[in-house]
C-alpha cells in the first residue's frame, strides 16, 4: 500500500501550511475590497488588487456540498467509505476538505451543519479537516444557535 499523498507547499500557500502546523486556519483578505479568499494567492481575485493580507479564519464552517468516496485514491485503502467535501467557512470562501467524526452516511453528512476545523498530520505538513461543531469548543456559535 502507497503512503497518502503530502502536500508541497509553496512560497505562495508557506504561511497556509504554517497556520496548519500551527492549529491555526490562515487564510487571505483583500486591504482594498475587504473579501476574504481562498486558495492562497499574491493578487485579490475580485478586485485584482495586490494590497492582500494573512489572517486567521474563526475555523467555523458548514457543509456546503460532499461526495462519499469508495474506490480510494492511492494512499486512502484504509479510509474508504470517505467523505471528499466543500465546506463554506464563516468568513465566505469554499474549502475542498474531508469530513472526520461521523460516518460517510449522507444520514449523517447533512448540508449546511455546522463544522469546525482540526488538523490531521500527514509527512511534514498537517492538512485541515473538519468535524461536527460542539458546543463550548467551537467558540461563540454552537450548533444549537443556527437551528432552523
Ligand atoms: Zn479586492
Redesign the pocket.
Known sequence: MTAKPVPVPTPETQPFWDGCAAGELRIQR??????PYFYPRPV??????R??AWFTASGRATLYSYVINYRPAPGFEDATPYAIAVVELEEGPRMMTNIVGLPATPEALVLDMPLQVSFERRGDVSLPVFGPAEAGRAGEAPAKDRAR
Open positions: 483583500c486591504a482594498d475590497c475587504g473579501r485579490c481575485p475580485a478586485c485584482s488588487s494590497n492582500v
